[in-house]
């Protein structure tokens, strides 16, 4: 692994995470307090600045914006990312915002539209849990992928954190990539993101490849990341998976 700073990462958050978490390595939860070792956490740990915007002024001024026929959601998405974001290398921060953008959306009043009843709400929480975590990853311009932590390998890390069995992580997953295939979520997932600097975007298709998603930004060569996840990701799931404690399950 190619590492930089190392220093602890170290945050806490509105919500109690579970402590199931410290099964992966370098990672600590204690309550609503978050530590990451990024030596011991990340597989691959590149960069160590991220591009955020304020979260209150995406819910002000983006999240209630419509599209019209001049300019698409992604538009309005991209151009508040241009006026409004800047780069940090405050991982707290970042995983601070994340936190708020999937407490959005992952909410309870998504339940009744899902059409999966064996979700609840304890795996909205799961949910908004991992990919709070995997908003440290990160995908460069020219496609690079620069960080990659356990959370990218999504039904890999839900299964070894709170021992899902492997029919209920993919369905987990399948609630994950819901913006691909329910267009109200993914305008959602587009404008909320504009927080983290970018859009949700999926290596996989769906759950049996589980190549897992990124915030990506806007531009970013979608042909050099699907090479670069190819070549790492098989031995990298292994390691995760290696973390279960019921490898059964």
């Given at each position: 692994m190619t590492t930089i700073d190392t220093?602890?990462?170290?945050?806490?958050l509105p919500e109690a995470f579970d402590p199931r978490w410290s099964r992966l390595?370098?990672?600590q939860?204690?309550?609503r307090r978050i530590t990451i070792d990024p030596a011991e956490y990340f597989f691959?740990?590149?960069?160590?600045?991220w591009l955020v915007a304020d979260w209150e002024l995406v819910k002000s001024q983006l999240l209630d914006v419509d599209e019209t026929t001049e300019s698409a959601v992604e538009q309005l998405a991209l151009d508040f990312i241009k006026q409004h974001s800047e780069s940090t290398s405050d991982a707290a921060r970042v995983l601070a915002t994340a936190y708020e953008v999937y407490a959005y959306l992952f909410r309870e009043e998504h339940l009744a539209s899902l059409g999966l009843p064996q979700i609840t709400a304890d795996h909205l929480r799961m949910l908004r849990e991992a990919a709070t975590l995997?908003?440290?990853?990160?995908v460069e311009l020219d496609g690079h992928i620069s960080n990659v932590g356990p959370c990218w390998f999504f039904p890999a890390a839900t299964s070894v954190v709170f021992d899902l069995d492997?029919?209920?992580?993919?369905?987990?997953?399948?609630?994950?990539?819901?913006?691909?295939?329910?267009?109200?979520?993914?305008?959602?997932?587009?404008?909320?993101?504009a927080a983290l600097g970018g859009r949700l975007v999926h290596g996989c298709q769906s759950v049996p490849d589980q190549s897992g998603g990124v915030v990506a930004p806007y531009g970013a060569s979608m042909a050099n990341f699907r090479d670069d996840l190819a070549a790492f990701k098989a031995g990298?799931?292994?390691q995760v998976y290696a973390h279960r404690v019921n490898p059964a399950a």
């Open positions: 220093t602890a990462i170290t945050v806490e390595p370098g990672i939860v204690d309550g691959r740990f590149e960069s160590n600045t995997m908003a440290l990853n990160k492997d029919e209920m992580g993919g369905m987990l997953d399948e609630v994950y990539h819901g913006g691909w295939f329910n267009e109200h979520r993914r305008i959602e997932s587009i404008k909320a993101h990298w799931i292994e």
